[in-house]
């Protein structure tokens, strides 16, 4: 399975909650993408990364409040294909489709401070780093912290 082959990987995971993936964990990711596209009101749009015709990520768009016009971008790309733009590539157009087909008002997305590749596509594709949410998320190794970077509707069109 194409989501194994980077889901199982330490580097791919190693600033994120889960993973390595067993089998049965990518499958069990596979199985929720597809019961959580059939949700009505959908929240959360998951998106198959495909390069040379080979599904090499995948990239995901989660709506957080309908009020308050929030979204969520993430992104995971196999690291074979890291440095080649993909994951810039993919959270542009993951921004597009929250302002263009769900209005948001803004779109925000978080990563590791250890992870610099994320926060240098963060920056590329125009979000604003908001600062540094202390012990936002427990890793296996102990509480991470997250940089928060958003980007407003108002700022994207301009």
Not at 59 to 80: A, H
Not at 131 to 153: A, C, F, T
Request: net charge negative; aromatic share 10%; glycine share 8%.
């Amino acid at each position: 399975m194409a989501v194994h082959a980077y889901a199982s990987q330490e580097i791919v995971c190693q600033y994120q909650p889960w993973g390595p993936n067993t089998e049965i964990e990518s499958q069990d990711f596979v199985n929720q993408t597809i019961k959580d596209s059939a949700q009505n009101p959908r929240t959360r749009f998951v998106f198959a990364i495909i390069y040379d015709e080979m599904l090499i990520g995948a990239g995901e768009l989660n709506i957080r409040s309908f009020t308050n016009k929030v979204g969520e971008i993430g992104y995971i790309v196999n690291p074979d294909y890291w440095g080649k733009g993909i994951a810039t590539e993919v959270a542009t157009l993951l921004i597009d489709f929250g302002y263009g087909e769900h209005q948001l008002h803004r779109i925000y997305a978080t990563c590791d401070p250890r992870n610099i590749g994320s926060s240098k596509v963060l920056e590329k594709v125009g979000m604003t780093k908001e600062g540094r949410i202390r012990e936002d998320l427990l890793l296996k190794d102990g509480w991470r912290d997250s940089l928060l970077y958003s980007v407003l509707e108002h700022e994207w069109k301009s």
